[in-house]
């Protein structure tokens, strides 16, 4: 996530419903343009989707490493791949959809979600807090900004 003067916003753990989930991205973040999925343990059925709504090379944000150890998909972040992941997750056991979740804007990172539906989820500082707090609602979890690390800035 860009550095900013604002921390980034910290949802706590909770968010498990999959398929709720990815029916609400869209409509909180309607001009996300790329999502990232990546995992070891994605079905055949997820990575066909991913793979059926790749975006394009040129929309590869540049902070994103070329180095994966782990399948990583980039799909354009259309209305109509999150209904379609929406419903594969209604039937497809989270760790089977992805591990680790990514949501831009452009080239500017929105969601950074390590162990997603595990831990707790960060978004970028410059994400209105309307936006986060419709998100942990929705969800029933509580959000704050996260704390700066010790020796950091």
Same mark, same amino acid.
Request: aromatic share 10%; hydrophobic share 45%.
């Given at each position: 996530?860009?550095?900013?003067?604002?921390p980034?916003?910290?949802?706590?753990?909770?968010?498990?419903?999959?398929?709720?989930?990815?029916?609400? @991205?869209?409509?909180?973040?309607? $001009?996300?343009?790329?999502? &990232? !999925?990546?995992?070891?343990?994605?079905v055949?059925?997820?990575?066909?989707?991913?793979?059926? %709504?790749?975006?394009?090379? %040129?929309?590869?944000?540049?902070?994103?490493? @070329?180095? &994966?150890? /782990?399948?990583?998909?980039?799909?354009?972040? /259309?209305?109509?791949?999150?209904?379609?992941? !929406?419903?594969?997750?209604?039937?497809?056991?989270?760790?089977?959809? @992805? %591990?680790?979740?990514?949501?831009?804007?452009?080239a500017?990172? @929105?969601? $950074?979600?390590?162990? !997603?539906?595990?831990?707790?989820? &960060?978004?970028?500082?410059? &994400?209105?807090?309307?936006?986060?707090? !419709?998100?942990? /609602?929705?969800?029933?979890?509580?959000?704050?900004?996260?704390?700066?690390?010790?020796? /950091?800035?």
């Amino acid at each position: 996530m860009a550095d900013t003067a604002q921390p980034a916003w910290d949802l706590d753990e909770g968010i498990r419903n999959a398929e709720q989930f990815f029916r609400t @991205l869209p409509k909180l973040f309607p $001009d996300a343009t790329l999502f &990232v !999925a990546q995992g070891s343990s994605i079905v055949s059925g997820v990575a066909a989707l991913y793979k059926q %709504h790749a975006a394009p090379d %040129h929309q590869r944000p540049p902070d994103l490493s @070329l180095l &994966v150890l /782990t399948p990583r998909y980039l799909c354009a972040a /259309t209305p109509e791949f999150f209904l379609e992941l !929406a419903r594969l997750a209604a039937k497809t056991p989270r760790d089977q959809i @992805l %591990h680790h979740l990514y949501l831009y804007r452009g080239a500017h990172q @929105l969601i $950074d979600w390590h162990d !997603a539906f595990a831990n707790a989820l &960060v978004l970028s500082p410059d &994400v209105p807090e309307t936006t986060v707090a !419709a998100l942990a /609602t929705k969800f029933g979890v509580r959000y704050r900004r996260a704390r700066a690390r010790e020796g /950091t800035s």
